[in-house]
């Protein structure tokens, strides 16, 4: 399972749980893929707040996306590199810092 709860001054706007589309090897690859589902969901709503910040004329705040799993936020920083994120579909490899 994965969920994902978005926020917007102290109200949720966007949220979901739902089964992983994918089988996940590792608790680390489940959560990176969550993750990952998570900044699609996360990138599209920030896309809108920005438009509707641009007709008020203001600027948008960046989008902040909090991570709890120590061994997924070593994965973000560097996918390449890390052998239980070898086989992971390179779809969910959509991260910068």
Not at 16 to 37: G, R
Request: aromatic share 8%; charged share 25%; proline share 4%.
């Amino acid at each position: 399972m994965s969920g994902y709860v978005f926020m917007l001054l102290g109200a949720p706007v966007s949220w979901v749980s739902k089964k992983q589309p994918s089988v996940s090897l590792s608790t680390s690859e489940a959560e990176y893929i969550a993750l990952s589902l998570a900044i699609q969901e996360g990138k599209w709503i920030h896309r809108l707040r920005c438009e509707i910040m641009a007709a008020a004329n203001e600027d948008g705040p960046d989008l902040i996306i909090r991570e709890e799993n120590q061994s997924c936020i070593k994965m973000t920083k560097n996918p390449v590199n890390h052998g239980r994120a070898k086989h992971s579909d390179i779809k969910y490899h959509q991260f910068s810092r």
